[in-house]
């Protein structure tokens, strides 16, 4: 008999009750979310009872402490990723951690070395990766009927100002660490997990200093190129390609799609209804993830081959270059 994946889930905002949501969207045998944690108990009970979450904590903690939660999920905003993380796993609890999994590459190599070094399983929660369209566009890639791929054309603009937290750097906000992660993420899926030869970038940032908009072309070997743009302003057309000397791959939703066309033919991967409203666009998605990681750990791995470790430090790597070369520091967690 398959035992459930108990989840924990570490923070009780938006991102975290879509994830639930989600989570039960999916058999109840297979994921089961046993506790939640918020740094408030109060914020962590009202998440409980709407979700009817038999354990809740007012600690990080607590959860971590927890001997019935297999894998925790952190929800929390970008700058407590690495400490509720290193929580965690000196806890022995193996993590999904949302994106970007720390504020910085120094942050994100310490928290992968440090499950490596514990042997517990670690995730980027790049959706993305997971949605049925990304394993059809791995198969017309490798089939070469788009001939050899020379470019990826990717634009990811959200009005995001209206937020009801700043955008600041003291929350680590900016579309660089909000947007551009998943722009970069499909050149990394396209071109492999190799650095660019050249970035060029150029953006506007806001009155806190961090930044509204970026555009950067990123050039690689055998005359390969990704150009990327993200805004926080305005929504953008919101799609990527796969361009190649044959024909392309159109992307609407990259990061979340459901939907690909390719020279002959298009494709839909619907998604299934679930009981509550998500906050999010295509948030039954997040099931897909959810199911990765059971698979990585029902297999004993410790990192997911959809989004490897070292591509999660190419990442945060080219996401530190961007802000360098856009003047966004985020003095206080360098």
Not at 23 to 36: G, R, Y
Not at 244 to 273: E, H, M, Y
């Amino acid at each position: 008999m398959q035992m459930a994946t108990k989840w924990g889930i570490a923070s009780a905002g938006r991102i975290s009750h879509d994830f639930v949501v989600a989570l039960n969207t999916l058999s109840h045998d297979e994921h089961k979310v046993v506790a939640v944690a918020a740094r408030e108990f109060e914020r962590a009970q009202i998440f409980g009872n709407h979700h009817k979450i038999p354990s809740v904590y007012g600690s990080y903690e607590e959860l971590a402490k927890d001997p019935n939660v297999d894998v925790v999920y952190i929800g929390a905003i970008h700058p407590q990723h690495y400490h509720v993380g290193k929580l965690m796993l000196e806890n022995g609890k193996p993590i999904l951690c949302e994106k970007p999994l720390t504020i910085n590459s120094k942050q994100t190599k310490e928290l992968i070395a440090l499950a490596r070094e514990k042997k517990l399983f670690l995730m980027e929660a790049v959706w993305s990766r997971c949605f049925p369209a990304y394993a059809m566009l791995r198969r017309e890639m490798n089939a070469g009927t788009l001939g050899d791929i020379v470019q990826v054309i990717a634009n990811f603009g959200v009005p995001l100002e209206k937020e009801d937290r700043p955008r600041s750097k003291e929350l680590g906000r900016g579309t660089v660490l909000d947007l551009a992660v998943y722009c970069l993420q499909l050149a990394i899926f396209v071109f492999g997990p190799v650095h660019p030869k050249n970035i060029v970038a150029l953006g506007h940032l806001n009155e806190f200093g961090c930044d509204d908009s970026m555009a950067c072309v990123l050039t690689y070997e055998g005359g390969k190129t990704a150009v990327l743009s993200t805004n926080a302003r305005t929504y953008l057309p919101n799609e990527g390609f796969i361009v190649g000397t044959k024909g392309s791959l159109k992307i609407p939703n990259f990061w979340c799609p459901t939907r690909v066309a390719a020279p002959d033919k298009t494709s839909d991967f619907i998604l299934p209804t679930a009981s509550k409203a998500f906050n999010f666009i295509n948030s039954a998605g997040l099931r897909y993830e959810a199911m990765e990681v059971r698979r990585c750990l029902r297999e004993g791995l410790l990192e997911s081959p959809k989004i490897t470790h070292d591509e999660s430090i190419l990442l945060a790597e080219l996401e530190d270059e961007l802000r360098k070369i856009l003047g966004v520091k985020y003095e206080m967690y360098e």
